[in-house]
C-alpha cells in the first residue's frame, strides 16, 4: 500500500509539472494560435536557471549561488521570458509553420548550447546536488515527496487561477479576436504583434517554471532531458486534452503522462530483453496512435473550448435576434 502511494505521488508530482507547461502552451496555441514547436528549449532554460540559482558551488562550473527555492523559481521564469521577448522579436512575425521550424530550430540549439558548454552547463555530464527543500523539512523519502507534491499543487494551482482570470477578460477575448481574424482586431485598435509577444512570452515563463520544478524535484539537470520528445509530449497533452482550455490542459498531462508511465511499465514487464533498448520508441508510436485516435473522434479535445456568447446576445428578446440563415 505505501508503494503504491508513493509511486501515486511521484507520478502526479512529473504530471502536474509538465502541466504547468501545457498550460504555457495553451496560451500560446489554444488562445493566441502560435505554433511554438520548441517547448524543450523554454523547459530547459528553466531548468538550467534553477539549477544555477539553487545550486551547490562549482569550482569549473558558472553558477552554485545557493539560493533559496523560490528565488529558483522566480529567476527560471525570468531568465525563460528574457530568452523569450528575444526570440519573439525575431520570430513573432512568421505565421503557423514558418514559426513552428523556426522554434523547433531555436529548441535544438539550445540543447546543443548546453551539451556544449561545459563552463555554465557542466556539458552532458550536467549539474548535479540540485537541492530539493523537502529535505530540510522532513526525513523520509514518501513525506518528502508529499510535501513537494504540495508545493506543485500550489504552483499549479496559482498558474491555472492566473490564466483563468487572463484569459477570460478583456485581454482573454483580445487573444481569441487575433487568432480568428488578425486584420479584424488590429482594424478595431488592437495590436497583434505586441499582444501576440505578451503572450509567446507568459506562456513560455511557465514552460521554464515547468522546468524548474521538475529539476527541483529530481535534483539533476542534463541536455537529454530536454529532446524535442518532450516537445511532443507536451503538444500530445493539449490536444488530447482539448486546447483553448485550461481545465483540458491540466486533464491531458494526467492522461498521456499515465499512458506514458503505464506503457513504460508494461514493456518493462512483457517485452522480450532484446526488445527493450526500443521501449521509448514503442512508447512514441503508442502515443502517436492515442493522438490520431483523439483528431479523428475528438477533434476539438476531451474537453474542448468554452464558447462564449454575449450577455447582450442572450438578454436581447427572440424576435430581436438576426434569423439564421
Sequence with gaps: MIGVLSYLIFFLILALTLGVAVLGLNLQWGFTGLFNAGVAGFLAVG???????????RAAVFGGFELPFVVGLLGAMIASGLAAIVIGLLTI????EYLAVATFGIAVTIQLVCVNWEPVTGGTLGLIGIP????????????????????????????????QRLVQGPWGRTLKAIREDETAAASLGKNP?????????????????????????????????????????????????GSANNRGALLGALIVWGVWTMSGFFIARVVPPEWQAQSGAIQAVLIGLILVIVLLFRPRGLIGEEIHVSRHARSAPADARPEAP
Design 132 to 163: 530539493n527543500p523537502t529535505k530540510a523539512m522532513v526525513e523520509g523519502s514518501l513525506a518528502q515527496n508529499a510535501i513537494y507534491l504540495a508545493i506543485v499543487l500550489i504552483v499549479t494551482a496559482i498558474a491555472y487561477t492566473g490564466l
Design 93 to 96: 512575425r512568421l505565421r503557423h
Design 193 to 241: 504583434v505586441r499582444i501576440r509577444l505578451e503572450a509567446f512570452v507568459l506562456g513560455c515563463m511557465l514552460m521554464g517554471l515547468s522546468g524548474a520544478l521538475y529539476v527541483g524535484f529530481i535534483g539533476y539537470v542534463s541536455p537529454f532531458d530536454f529532446l524535442p520528445i518532450v516537445t511532443f509530449q507536451i503538444w500530445t497533452m493539449l490536444i488530447v486534452g
Design 47 to 57: 531548468g538550467y536557471a534553477m539549477a544555477m540559482l539553487t545550486g551547490p558551488s
